[in-house]
């Protein structure tokens, strides 16, 4: 009996494909060649691959018992509440230094061009 495995892309990999599709239609609009496009994707793809983290968080808070369950869930709130904030900010922090990059391997590209 034979078993057929589906295997999903990684979380990286989706990401990446979401990233690639942006900066596909970005230099589509732009009137970028096939060939600059081509060369470009498979810069950003390195840079990405390089660069591609999952950061984790680990938090071991003993609260004293005689805290109520309303105390440790506002607690608990506050905590998960500022975890979001930070990874939000990394996020967009991330975007940027992409964009950044993105556009100096436009300028690279063109440069390289001209020779």
Not at 14 to 22: P, S
Not at 66 to 81: K, V
Not at 96 to 102: E, I, K, S
């Amino acid at each position: 009996m034979t078993t057929n495995i589906i295997e999903f892309p990684t979380r990286s990999v989706r990401e990446w494909i979401k990233v690639e599709r942006t900066i596909r239609e970005t230099l589509e609009q732009a009137g970028a060649s096939q060939e600059m496009t081509e060369e470009v994707c498979g810069r950003m793809k390195e840079v990405y691959e390089k660069y591609d983290r999952v950061f984790t968080f680990a938090l071991g808070l003993p609260l004293p018992e005689h805290l109520s369950l309303e105390q440790r869930r506002a607690i608990d709130n506050s905590i998960r509440n500022a975890v979001e904030g930070l990874t939000k900010e990394i996020h967009e922090y991330t975007n940027q230094v992409l964009f950044d990059r993105l556009c100096i391997e436009i300028e690279l590209y063109k440069m390289q061009s001209e020779k």
